[in-house]
T-cell receptor, first 114, second 114 residues
Framework: AQSVTQLGSHVSVSEGALVLLRCNYS??????LFWYVQYPNQGLQLLLK??????LVKGINGFEAEFKKSETSFHLTKPSAHMSDAAEYFC????????????FGAGTRLAVHP | GAVVSQHPSRVICKSGTSVKIECRSL??????MFWYRQFPKKSLMLMAT?????????EQGVEKDKFLINHASLTLSTLTVTSAHPEDSSFYIC??????????FGPGTRLTVL
C-alpha cells in the first residue's frame, strides 16, 4: 500500500531564508509524486510533479523537488522564501499518474515571518 | 489551461435537506473526476472516483446513498449530499484529469449544515 509522510506539520522560516519541506513515500511500484499548495479556503494548486523523468523537478514560484529513490524522498525546496509562500503544502503519491487516486500526506503549514 | 470550477463556493443548509455541488472542467474533457473531503486543518480524504457514463467508485467507509455522484458529461460531475446533517459539514474539493499524469483541483465548496 502506498503512503506519504510529511515530517513537520508546521515549518517557520524568515523571509529570504531557505524553505525545506520534507516528504517521504512508500510505494510498491514506481511512483508518481506531486506537491500541491493550498491557500486558505481555496483548492489545491499543483506546484510540481515527478513522473519518472528527470529526478530534479522544477515547479512554479521558484520551488523545486528532488526524487531520491534510495531515500524514498521527494523533499520540496525554495532558495529564498517570500511572504506570499505562507500556505499549506501537501505531498501526494499515485501509482499510475493522474488517473489513479492520490494518497496525500498530512500537510505542512509554512509560515514566513519578516 | 486545465481549469476546474466548483459551484457553489459555499453553501449553508438546514439539517435534513439535500445539497448539490457541481464540478466542471472548463477547458478540457475529463473522463475521470475525483471527489475529496477535507476536515479543518486536515489532509484530503478521497471519497469517490467519478467516471463519465458509469457508476462512481466509492472509497471504503463512504456512504453511497448519502453522497450521490453523477458524472453526466465529459465536463461535469455532481456530488449530492442527501439528508445532510451537521457532521457532513466540511470542505469538499473535486479534481479532474486532463492528461495521464496530473489531477487539477477545483477551488472547493464549503458546506455548513445547521
Amino acid at each position: 500500500a502506498q503512503s506519504v509522510t510529511q515530517l513537520g506539520s508546521h515549518v517557520s522560516v524568515s523571509e529570504g531564508a531557505l524553505v525545506l519541506l520534507r516528504c517521504n513515500y512508500s510505494s510498491s511500484v514506481p511512483p508518481y509524486l506531486f506537491w500541491y499548495v493550498q491557500y486558505p479556503n481555496q483548492g489545491l494548486q499543483l506546484l510540481l510533479k515527478y513522473t519518472s523523468a528527470a529526478t530534479l523537478v522544477k515547479g512554479i514560484n521558484g520551488f523545486e523537488a528532488e526524487f531520491k529513490k534510495s531515500e524514498t524522498s521527494f523533499h520540496l525546496t525554495k532558495p529564498s522564501a517570500h511572504m506570499s509562500d505562507a500556505a499549506e503544502y501537501f505531498c501526494a503519491v499515485s501509482e499510475a499518474g493522474g488517473y489513479n487516486k492520490l494518497i496525500f500526506g498530512a500537510g505542512t503549514r509554512l509560515a514566513v515571518h519578516p | 489551461g486545465a481549469v476546474v470550477s466548483q459551484h457553489p463556493s459555499r453553501v449553508i443548509c438546514k439539517s435534513g435537506t439535500s445539497v448539490k455541488i457541481e464540478c466542471r472542467s472548463l477547458d478540457f474533457q475529463a473522463t475521470t473526476m475525483f471527489w475529496y473531503r477535507q476536515f479543518p486543518k486536515k489532509s484530503l480524504m478521497l471519497m469517490a472516483t467519478s467516471n463519465e457514463g458509469s457508476k462512481a467508485t466509492y472509497e471504503q467507509g463512504v456512504e453511497k446513498d448519502k453522497f450521490l455522484i453523477n458524472h453526466a458529461s465529459l465536463t461535469l460531475s455532481t456530488l449530492t449530499v442527501t439528508s445532510a446533517h451537521p457532521e457532513d459539514s466540511s470542505f469538499y474539493i473535486c479534481s479532474a484529469v486532463p492528461d495521464i499524469d496530473t489531477q487539477y483541483f477545483g477551488p472547493g465548496t464549503r458546506l455548513t449544515v445547521l
